[in-house]
T-cell receptor, first 110, second 116 residues
Framework: KQEVTQIPAALSVPEGENLVLNCSFT??????LQWFRQDPGKGLTSLLL?????REQTSGRLNASLDKSSGRSTLYIAASQPGDSATYLC?????????FGTGTRLQVFP | DTEVTQTPKHLVMGMTNKKSLKCEQH?????MYWYKQKAKKPPELMFV???????INESVPSRFSPECPNSSLLNLHLHALQPEDSALYLC???????????????FGSGTRLTVV
């Protein structure tokens, strides 16, 4: 059974710091991995999608890497801002379903 | 249009009521999903529709009844719910469901359901 874990569970940092959020999964047989952002009580906003054949994707201050063989992905946030405060979820797609990680709650304070 | 639209945004219903949640997308996606999310937990899959046919039911109680009238619309009919069914209900869509496909998911903003 595929299990997805995210570390740390919560993170509180001053603005300007560069951040690393980790995602690990137990079964490397995935088709892609997607990072989402969720603001409190809101839906999910897709940040980055990495195909199984790719090593990384970049969008603005965000960079996500994927090491499928070791079952790991990392989301790197450069120069964090208070507006980055949210819960970040990674999700893997092994087939017909999207399986979510446990999430990282991020707070960036001025 | 690159959005998934869910209505209503908030819903309060009694345990004897019947209500429906609606989800709509106009991106030509052929797979649509219902997820349930409790506070401080990740979303959990409930149903998957592929080409308007129910593909996956994750052993969801029959008081939740999904319906896919056409390729753009997905409904979730609710009847005789319990207070523990209170949650954020999320709809999502993707371009395809084939194992070889590697499309991402687009989520709606959700319906906050409270059962009293």
């Amino acid at each position: 059974k595929q299990e997805v874990t995210q570390i740390p569970a919560a993170l509180s940092v001053p603005e300007g710091e560069n951040l690393v959020l980790n995602c690990s999964f137990t079964d490397s047989a995935i088709y892609n991995l997607q990072w989402f952002r969720q603001d409190p009580g809101k839906g999910l906003t897709s940040l980055l999608l990495i195909q199984s054949s790719q090593r990384e994707q970049t969008s603005g201050r965000l960079n996500a890497s994927l090491d499928k063989s070791s079952g790991r992905s990392t989301l790197y946030i450069a120069a964090s801002q208070p507006g980055d405060s949210a819960t970040y979820l990674c999700a893997v797609r092994p087939g017909d379903k999207l399986i979510f990680g446990t999430g990282t709650r991020l707070q960036v304070f001025p | 249009d690159t959005e998934v639209t869910q209505t209503p945004k908030h819903l309060v219903m009694g345990m004897t009521n019947k209500k429906s949640l609606k989800c709509e997308q106009h991106m030509g996606h052929r797979a649509m999903y219902w997820y349930k999310q409790k506070a401080k937990k990740p979303p959990e899959l409930m149903f998957v529709y592929s080409y308007e046919k129910l593909s996956i039911n994750e052993s969801v109680p029959s008081r939740f009844s999904p319906e896919c009238p056409n390729s753009s619309l997905l409904n979730l009919h609710l009847h005789a719910l319990q207070p523990e069914d209170s949650a954020l209900y999320l709809c999502a869509s993707s371009q395809g469901l084939q194992a070889r496909d590697s499309y991402g998911y687009t989520f709606g903003s959700g319906t906050r359901l409270t059962v009293v």
